[in-house]
């Protein structure tokens, strides 16, 4: 059975609380996370996005505790990607000519993905599909994050149905942010944000202000991963506000890989110097082969700037700082200034090459990248801090 939301809409969504992985292994989901499924009834009955194929059977087996099929006068398809319409194929073979709503690049995505000819109904920002006593409004949100995204308001319960935007990689039974813990929903909302939605943070300027300026009530967010946010959810859309805008907090994040220790006691010295030069900082290390990458990568989303070290290996750079940079050249963070540091044995080539794939990623480098034969004796130890110190002050330029 479902969970009642409120008087007209019930959560059919699926908790995955063993989900350690998702987007293959792109995206780690320490917290587990869940696929978010809406059935408003009111007049007529409108299923609001399914959950992803795995548990499909599951999916339409308890939906069918809760309504008869039959009784589905349409579902509403927000976002098309697998992990929202892998249930669709088992519940349109039992009600094959219910209409989907989505836009027409949700069409096409659904034709690509499953080869099904179904009922679609193509629709655009400002259109509507009455109910008996509220309306749903469909507003347009293409690339957050794919270009078939629409938002889905609800008017009378004033709810907003945002799909993947405003969710987190989350598990909980209680389903709202008020009955959650606020410090893990906080984190796995940024990670989120960071790690899928940065890219795209022109986009969520514009899609967030446009519908600011519709004026809607909004009294619960629901998106399809994650809590719902019922408590002051205009919070989410705020902090979303400044997520979008070239987000930094006053943090210095360390990354390293190192080999026989060399390049972690560079990245320790230079933490030193920095500390030494503005103890206001807050300055974190992480060694990128052990850590996890999309944590990594939230914490470069929060930092105003990084040091990124590695040692000389093969004449170039280590693996994990390779595939770490690839994903950060991707996710196109902005106004973050950086460093390239290492040590080496013979060649020496990383700290320049790092720094040169640094400005790729878009990110200003204020620092001849700095490098350490063999292991750092007291003198390159002390090379080291002033390295960290000079970065303080190259970042008030």
Known sequence: MGKKITDKVTWMG??????????????????????????????????????????????????KEEIDLKDIDAIVMNHNENDHSGSLPALMAEIPDVPIYCTKKGEQILRGLYHQDWNFINVKTGDTLPLENS???????????????????????NILFSNDGFGQHYATESLFNDTADPAEVEYEAKKYY???LNLYSTQVTHKINEILGMNLPLEMICPS??????????EIVRQYLKWADDYQENQITILYDTMWNSTRQ????????????????????????????????????SSKAIL?????????????????????????????KAAAFGSYGWSGNAPKQLDEKLNEAGFKTVAEPLGILWNPDHDGREKCKEYGRQFVKALED
Do not use: C, Q
Not at 20 to 37: A, C, P, Q, V
Not at 135 to 153: C, K, Q, S
């Open 14 to 63: 699926k908790t995955d609380w063993e989900l350690t992985r998702f987007h293959g292994d792109e995206y780690s989901t320490h917290k587990g996370s869940s696929y978010n499924s809406y059935l408003v009834r009111d007049g007529k009955n409108i299923l609001i996005d399914t959950v992803w194929g795995p548990y499909d059977k599951e999916f339409v087996s308890r939906l």
């Open 225 to 234: 991963h994650g809590v719902i946010w019922r408590k002051n959810p205009e």
């Open 308 to 336: 990124l070290g590695s040692p000389t290996i093969n004449y170039g750079y280590s693996h994990a700082v390779a595939g770490l940079l690839e994903m950060m050249k991707g996710l196109r963070f902005k106004k973050k």
């Open 266 to 301: 560079m990245a320790e010295a230079i933490a030193e110097g920095i500390e030494e030069a503005d103890s206001s900082v807050r300055v974190k290390l992480m060694n990128v082969a052990k850590e996890d990458k999309n944590d990594v990568l939230t914490e470069i989303f």
């Open 194 to 196: 960071a790690n899928i």
């Open 135 to 157: 309306t749903l409004t469909f507003v347009e949100a293409p690339m957050l994050h794919w270009p078939d995204t629409m938002f889905t308001y609800m008017s009378g319960d």
